[in-house]
């Protein structure tokens, strides 16, 4: 089983910036890909962005260019550096895990959906 902990979110004017922290404990060893998702109020929960064990990285079209996810691998965290930020980027953001990308893509995840941590923008 593994837990991952999402922090680092707040409210920021438009253009703004944050970086997002998914801290992961257990069985972290295991986990092949990483991925930040995204629900907006209303809205189905999105991937927004995946990495794997190699560094290599996806994103959604509605965050590429302005959005990068990178990991340290000694600390068992995931981050995602969000700049050029919009109103519509306002969500409540997650992060979760999986033995591959195609795993986060088809909902096939080894940790349970935490609290996840709001991110608003906002002017």
């Known amino acids: 089983q593994v837990q991952l902990v999402e922090s680092g979110g707040g409210m920021v004017q438009p253009g703004g910036s944050l970086r997002l922290s998914c801290a992961a404990s257990g069985s972290s060893f295991s986990i092949n890909a990483v991925g930040w998702y995204r629900q907006a109020p209303g809205k189905q929960r999105d991937l927004v962005a995946t990495?794997?064990?190699?560094?290599?990285?996806t994103y959604a079209d509605a965050v590429k260019g302005r959005f990068t996810i990178s990991r340290d691998n000694a600390k068992n965290t995931v981050y995602l550096q969000m700049n050029s930020l919009k109103p519509e980027d306002t969500a409540v953001y997650y992060c979760n895990a999986g033995v591959s990308r195609l795993a986060l893509v088809g909902g096939i995840l080894q940790g349970s959906w935490g609290q996840g941590t709001q991110v608003t923008v906002s002017s």
């Open positions: 990495i794997t064990r190699d560094g290599s990285t």
